[in-house]
């Protein structure tokens, strides 16, 4: 092994509007189910075009629940939790094609390690990781989330972690999609950054009428 090549998630292996668009779909129909007397598809297109407008989608929740006289009864807190704690429908949170073939070509490349490093909590980056399928692509001790590990890229300790845990490797590589936030520590640390374009907000396609 001689390069080690660390990715970011969120909006670099994986448009984090899917998850959002995932999360609003599992919220819709567990809401519907519980008070059949509000549409799924009135809850998800309300959120989803709250996110197109730059909008609260948790405040149009609120504002639909009003019109439902629902308000008194539905906790938001738990509305929040059960969003980020949802396990992604792969059908829809997934890594593209071609970004597959290329952790797939990473893999398979002896001379090569790829290292996983995102901030968030833990049970929803693992979620997302297993629902994208990336634990193909990166063994469990080279994932580290900064609510697991306690260091978040806001800092260099996490790179440095990963440096001293691959002391051998000639060159790191880090892939992100934020200039600030990804990139400044690795790349200050002898890291050669790269970084990706931020996927579009794809969530509009399939909103229901």
Not at 124 to 131: E, M, S, V
Not at 132 to 146: P, Q
């Amino acid at each position: 092994m001689t390069k080690v090549v660390g990715f970011d998630l969120d909006d670099t292996l994986v448009a984090e509007a899917l998850f959002l668009k995932s999360g609003i779909y599992h919220i819709a129909s567990w809401l519907h189910e519980k008070y059949p007397s509000i549409p799924n598809q009135r809850i998800a297109s309300a959120m989803m075009t709250a996110v197109l407008t730059h909008s609260n989608h948790y405040s149009a929740l609120e504002r639909l629940l009003e019109e439902y006289h629902l308000s008194y009864e539905v906790d938001m807190k738990i509305i929040v939790e059960k969003f980020r704690s949802h396990f992604p429908d792969s059908s829809i949170y997934h890594i593209a094609p071609s970004m597959r073939r290329m952790l797939e070509d990473l893999k398979s490349n002896p001379d090569i390690r790829t290292v996983l490093i995102t901030d968030g909590r833990s049970l929803t980056q693992r979620n997302k990781i297993k629902a994208a399928r990336l634990n193909e692509y990166f063994d469990n001790d080279d994932i580290f989330i900064s609510e697991e590990t306690g260091m978040d890229k806001t800092k260099p300790d996490i790179f440095i972690r990963v440096m001293e845990k691959y002391a051998g490797a000639n060159e790191f590589h880090y892939v992100g999609d934020n200039p600030t936030k990804d990139l400044i520590h690795p790349s200050k640390l002898g890291w050669k950054t790269h970084m990706v374009h931020r996927f579009p907000l794809m969530i509009h396609q399939g909103i229901p009428k």
